[in-house]
């Protein structure tokens, strides 16, 4: 045999070996929404809404009841997960125009250097598109411009009120061409197309093995009833949240933000349950699109060898202590669902162990087998969900901007605001719902002492990079 047969036999054999390789390996299908609040789950507590997809995972899979967003903002959120970093490394802190930190290795580059191919569907709100970050193809992407609203021009949605969320936003197709006839900005069925063109992706015959990005948009404002759930959750059938507030007590660092404006102070019962009853039919609406991904990898044969992962960016006050906006330190908005079931992953489990949204990173490429760059700063949880650990961290910590600061561990919580030099600590374990102060209790003296001093050494570490 001459050389050059020889050669071309040693190429071929290493091709299908590759082939092999890659299709031993798992599919990784991430799902993230927008503000959605950890107790929006039937399976996990919620006696009100209707989620039996998201039950069916939550059976199929584990539950990290205490995941965190450590900045409870979209953009620098989403910064976290595909960078594994945190705002603080990665650059991207939410003051508004931000870039990734370009020496970052982020999470869909690390994906396709391991063999996958990295596809993405949704909202895009970092910088740069999906095809600039690492990924390698989209669909049913969504993303700013595009539009025909004029400038200053006056929207009005749901109850007569301006529409100030995702202007102009649009649909493009692959070419990056916009697709008005998906319409412009949120419409009734935007998370139904964000599903359509991860759909396409499932549908494809391949060997390699996939890592899909899936971000919705819902339930983000403005909120808008889905075709035939106008009337499912009525307002007189709900609820007020335990700690709402017709007005916080203080101002948080937003009272002027966007989210803040969305229903006028003070807050009252009518217009928040009002809000929380659409709210609830975009997130049962969003559990039907989740329910057409997952029946399309049990339809092909995929769903056995798939990690699906299902979270939000962070979470909603919704009239909660007197907020609209996710801009706070409070549990209802710095908790978020986490939920992942796949190969190996203990069913209808659940863990207590702390842990942030930017773990996924490192996470996701232990699960896949796939070596964890270095720029990477978070910790993987696999340790957890194998049970060789029962925790990764003892304490967790928050910001927002400038104006916020938070540390917790699994009892207590101390929340500073800079800007005002005021704190305040909860007991978690006593007070769920964050309705006592207790940092002016003697006490507690001790424990708001040590929180301090952990507060301050974990900030002045990071602040000075």
């Given amino acids: 045999m001459n050389a050059s047969k020889r050669f071309l036999r040693l190429s071929v054999t290493l091709h299908l070996l590759m082939a092999l390789d890659t299709r031993a390996k798992p599919n990784v299908l991430l799902i993230v929404t927008d503000d959605q609040r950890s107790d929006t789950i039937a399976a996990l507590g919620n006696e009100i809404i209707d989620t039996p997809n998201l039950d069916r995972l939550v059976k199929r899979g584990m539950t990290f009841e205490q995941a965190t967003c450590a900045n409870p903002l979209c953009v620098p959120s989403r910064a976290e997960i595909i960078s594994g970093c945190s705002s603080f490394r990665n650059g991207v802190l939410g003051m508004g125009g931000e870039r990734i930190d370009p020496k970052l290795t982020l999470l869909p580059t690390t994906m396709t250097e391991g063999g996958y191919h990295a596809w993405y569907s949704g909202k895009w709100m970092n910088d740069g598109k999906p095809l600039t970050r690492g990924y390698k193809e989209t669909r049913g992407l969504f993303g700013s411009g595009g539009g025909t609203w004029k400038k200053g021009e006056v929207i009005l949605g749901r109850k007569g009120r301006p529409i100030t969320g995702y202007r102009n936003w649009t649909f493009k197709n692959a070419q990056g061409k916009p697709e008005l006839s998906k319409g412009i900005g949120l419409t009734p069925l935007t998370d139904k197309y964000v599903t359509d063109g991860a759909l396409e992706f499932l549908k494809r015959k391949t060997e390699r093995p996939f890592f899909l990005h899936v971000n919705f948009t819902g339930p983000h404002d403005p909120l808008i009833y889905p075709p035939g759930y106008e009337g499912k959750y009525k307002p007189e ?4 949240p335990p700690n709402f507030l017709p007005r916080h007590p203080f101002d948080h660092g937003n009272f002027e933000g966007r989210d803040e404006r969305l229903l006028p ?11 929380l009853a659409v709210y609830y039919a975009v997130i049962d609406h969003i559990d039907k699109q989740v329910g057409r991904i997952i029946e399309q990898l049990r339809t092909d044969g995929h769903l056995k060898n798939t990690y ?6 962070h979470g909603l006050a919704l009239g909660s202590h007197g907020l609209m906006g996710k801009q706070n330190m409070y549990e209802h908005t710095m908790r978020v669902p986490l939920i992942m079931a796949g190969p190996g992953i203990p069913k209808d489990k659940r863990t207590d162990a702390l842990c942030y ?3 996924l990173y490192p996470t996701i490429c232990d699960l896949a087998d796939i ?5 990477v700063e978070s910790k993987s949880l696999k340790p957890v969900i194998t049970g060789k650990q029962d925790e990764i961290y003892t304490e967790i910590y928050g910001y927002f901007r400038d104006k916020q600061r938070m540390v917790r561990n699994k009892r207590f919580k101390l929340i500073h605001y800079p800007h005002l030099d005021r704190y305040q600590l909860f007991d978690l374990s006593e ?3 964050e309705l006592s102060d207790l940092s002016e209790d003697s006490a507690h003296k001790t424990t708001l002492a040590r929180l301090r001093g952990k507060l301050k050494d974990w900030f002045r570490d990071r602040e000075k990079r």
Avoid at 371 to 375: H, L, M, V
């Fill in 265 to 275: 102070w003070p807050r009252t019962k009518e217009d928040v349950l009002d809000e």
């Fill in 237 to 240: 059938n709900l609820k007020l």
């Fill in 308 to 313: 699906v992962i299902f979270t939000s960016d």
């Fill in 357 to 359: 949204l930017r773990d």
């Fill in 371 to 375: 070596p964890i760059p270095k720029s």
């Fill in 431 to 433: 007070d769920p719902h």
